[in-house]
């Protein structure tokens, strides 16, 4: 038997649900489940405790989305990373956190209220619009695209939606307009303030 219990802090109020076989038929991912309930203690703060055959385990990270940076080095067999810095948001519906590390990769994973969304889409576009215009503005460089700065970043980029379009029933991909100005709107401000303040390092 699972049961999943998930506590919102904020709001003292509590959520217990066990899955219904007769709706969920089968057998139940365990491993897949605990993996959710690890991103989502990471994208919320919310305390989430999973309970199987009567042992329980519980998740609460108090970083939030910051911390969600090793898990993701660490999916992609990234062992030790190194962060020079990070930037984390938490601010008018938008979460990011962003960092570089001294390796040639270039990470990004993206969500909308809490699901995936593998392919981005507006969200992501504000965020790289933001990225963009942001290292310009600041260093005027000629020629300047995402790429001169995107070897050894490391990020993920959280959007709550409260009217939430995709393109597909899989959710794989934001077009909800309004999202694309949201983001930059909050993220283009502080990595700006972030970039003056770290001028050793950009």
């Known amino acids: 038997v699972t049961e999943i219990t998930t506590i919102d802090r904020q709001k003292g109020t509590g959520v217990k649900f066990s899955p219904d076989s007769s709706i969920i038929p089968g057998i139940l991912d365990f491993e897949k489940l605990r993996d959710t309930c690890v991103l989502l203690s990471h994208l919320t703060k919310v305390k989430i405790s999973l309970t199987k055959d009567g042992k329980r385990e519980t998740f609460e990270v108090k970083e939030g989305i910051s911390a969600y940076l090793n ?53 992501v576009k504000g965020l790289q619009k933001a990225i963009i215009e ?58 700006t303030k972030w970039i003056k303040q770290n001028k050793e390092f950009c």
Do not use: R
């Open 71 to 123: 898990i993701l080095c660490n999916k992609h067999h990234i062992d030790n990373p190194n962060f020079l810095n990070k930037l984390t948001i938490d601010k008018d519906s938008v979460s990011l956190s962003m960092g570089w590390i001294d390796q040639d990769v270039n990470i990004l994973e993206s969500y909308v209220n809490a699901s995936q969304t593998s392919d981005g889409g507006t969200h």
């Open 134 to 191: 942001a290292f310009h503005d600041q260093y005027k460089k000629a020629n300047f695209d995402l790429q001169d700065i995107s070897t050894g970043l490391v990020c993920v980029l959280a959007k709550n939606v409260s009217d939430v379009k995709f393109n597909s029933q899989t959710k794989e991909k934001l077009i909800t307009k309004e999202a694309e100005e949201e983001t930059y709107n909050v993220v283009y401000p502080e990595l």
